[in-house]
């Protein structure tokens, strides 16, 4: 019995050595493989980098799908401040009849939740619009304006037929300035007729961020676009190197929200020449906005002496003969009969 138990200590002291030695194992260090993590850039890391909105060049991380919606905005001095302007991608300013100008304002990248006070359509107006494919918004029309609409070439919404129901009438104000329109009852709008919400504009170039330094032109933070021979439609435009955007004013006031009193800010200021035609007694105007010509690109504190061209339907400033860059955010396009009607300096 005592011989053959000797096997079985020898085997169970080899189990407990074998047993010690592995748990002393993880004393020593193994190195671990090697993992190659994805580098983090500025591309991949900033989702806004994804996708940009056509009409601002600003970073988004969703895809910018929105059709763009192309209001008439009354600028009569009893329909200031006015509402959504701040939120605009692009708004042209042009003569209506008289001294008189109206805002066609392009949304895409926002969506003011009330705009306003909407005013009647132009054919220029109605024009503009197409180069967009937008959904054209007016309350109102020139007998020139109304055959167009009618026609079908473009897809809008009129207050004519809507009002009291998609729009909306403010007591605190007198008819014709107090038509006003939600985004809510535009997009109602849309559905009940059929149109598409989806299907954005053809894309503007922009700068990129480290191109901005490159801009150059001749010094200019304070400009002034005469309307005719009345004050009440002279705009103003007042540089913020801070900020790196324009304040905009109207008979020295500044272009506020009508609730919010936020300023309505601009990145770039284009003002184009081009050929104006008083076309009957009421002062009614053909306005070309097809063969293109002089231009002031304002950007940056700067002013460049450039063309523009009728592009698709856009109006776009040309420098060289390619397209000139516009910089990131928004844009505001003045419309007048003649380039001697600015003014410009540094002050």
Same mark, same amino acid.
């Given at each position: 019995?005592?011989?053959?138990?000797?096997?079985?200590?020898?085997?169970?002291?080899?189990?407990?050595?074998?047993?010690?030695?592995?748990?002393?194992?993880?004393?020593?260090?193994?190195?671990?493989?090697?993992?190659?993590?994805?580098?983090?850039?500025?591309?991949?890391?900033?989702?806004?980098?994804?996708?940009?909105?056509?009409?601002?060049?600003?970073?988004?991380?969703?895809?910018?799908?929105?059709?763009?919606?192309?209001?008439?905005?009354?600028?009569?001095?009893?329909?200031?401040?006015?509402?959504?302007?701040?939120?605009?991608?692009?708004? @042209?300013?042009? /003569? !209506?009849? #008289?001294?008189?100008?109206? $805002?066609? *304002?392009?949304?895409? %990248?926002?969506?003011? &939740?009330? =705009?306003?006070?909407?005013?009647?359509?132009?054919?220029? @107006?109605?024009? /503009? !619009?197409? #180069?967009?494919?937008?959904? $054209?918004? *007016?309350?109102?029309? %020139?007998?020139?304006? &109304?055959? =167009?609409?009618?026609?079908?070439?473009?897809?809008?919404?009129?207050?004519?037929?809507?009002? #009291?129901?998609?729009?909306?009438?403010?007591?605190?104000?007198?008819?014709?300035?107090?038509?006003? =329109?939600?985004?809510?009852?535009?997009?109602?709008?849309?559905?009940?007729?059929?149109?598409?919400?989806?299907?954005?504009?053809?894309?503007?170039?922009?700068?990129?961020?480290?191109?901005?330094?490159?801009?150059?032109?001749?010094?200019?933070?304070?400009?002034?676009?005469?309307?005719?021979?009345?004050?009440?439609?002279?705009?103003?435009?007042?540089?913020?190197?801070?900020?790196?955007?324009?304040?905009?004013?109207?008979?020295?006031?500044?272009?506020?929200?009508?609730?919010?009193?936020?300023?309505?800010?601009?990145?770039?200021?284009?003002?184009?020449?081009?050929?104006?035609?008083?076309?009957?007694?009421?002062?009614?105007?053909?306005?070309?906005?097809?063969?293109?010509?002089?231009?002031?690109?304002?950007?940056?504190?700067?002013?460049?002496?450039?063309?523009?061209?009728?592009?698709?339907?856009?109006?776009?400033?040309?420098?060289?003969?390619?397209?000139?860059?516009?910089?990131?955010?928004?844009?505001?396009?003045?419309?007048?009969?003649?380039?001697?009607?600015?003014?410009?300096?540094?002050?």
């Amino acid at each position: 019995m005592k011989h053959k138990s000797i096997p079985v200590i020898l085997l169970i002291t080899a189990i407990l050595l074998l047993s010690a030695c592995s748990k002393k194992a993880p004393d020593k260090e193994t190195p671990k493989p090697e993992v190659n993590e994805p580098e983090t850039t500025e591309q991949t890391s900033d989702k806004t980098d994804e996708y940009h909105f056509p009409l601002t060049g600003i970073g988004t991380d969703v895809e910018p799908n929105r059709r763009a919606v192309a209001v008439m905005i009354n600028n009569h001095p009893e329909a200031r401040p006015q509402t959504g302007l701040s939120q605009a991608d692009i708004v @042209y300013e042009l /003569l !209506a009849e #008289g001294n008189v100008t109206r $805002f066609l *304002a392009i949304f895409q %990248s926002e969506a003011p &939740e009330n =705009i306003g006070p909407v005013r009647s359509a132009r054919e220029y @107006y109605i024009e /503009l !619009a197409q #180069g967009y494919n937008a959904l $054209f918004i *007016a309350h109102g029309y %020139s007998p020139e304006a &109304e055959k =167009i609409l009618s026609s079908g070439v473009i897809d809008n919404l009129n207050g004519m037929r809507y009002d #009291g129901t998609l729009f909306k009438r403010s007591s605190d104000r007198k008819a014709p300035h107090n038509s006003y =329109i939600t985004y809510k009852n535009i997009e109602k709008g849309a559905e009940d007729n059929g149109f598409s919400m989806t299907g954005p504009p053809a894309s503007m170039d922009f700068y990129k961020e480290e191109e901005l330094e490159s801009i150059s032109g001749t010094g200019a933070n304070h400009i002034k676009v005469v309307y005719g021979n009345s004050s009440q439609f002279t705009a103003e435009y007042q540089y913020d190197s801070q900020s790196g955007e324009y304040s905009r004013f109207s008979d020295g006031e500044q272009t506020v929200e009508y609730k919010t009193r936020e300023p309505v800010l601009v990145k770039n200021l284009l003002v184009i020449e081009t050929e104006h035609k008083v076309l009957d007694s009421a002062g009614r105007r053909f306005i070309d906005l097809k063969s293109g010509g002089k231009a002031y690109l304002f950007q940056e504190g700067n002013m460049k002496e450039i063309e523009w061209r009728n592009t698709d339907g856009q109006i776009l400033p040309y420098e060289n003969g390619q397209p000139a860059k516009l910089v990131p955010g928004k844009t505001w396009v003045n419309v007048i009969p003649s380039l001697n009607d600015v003014s410009y300096e540094l002050k």
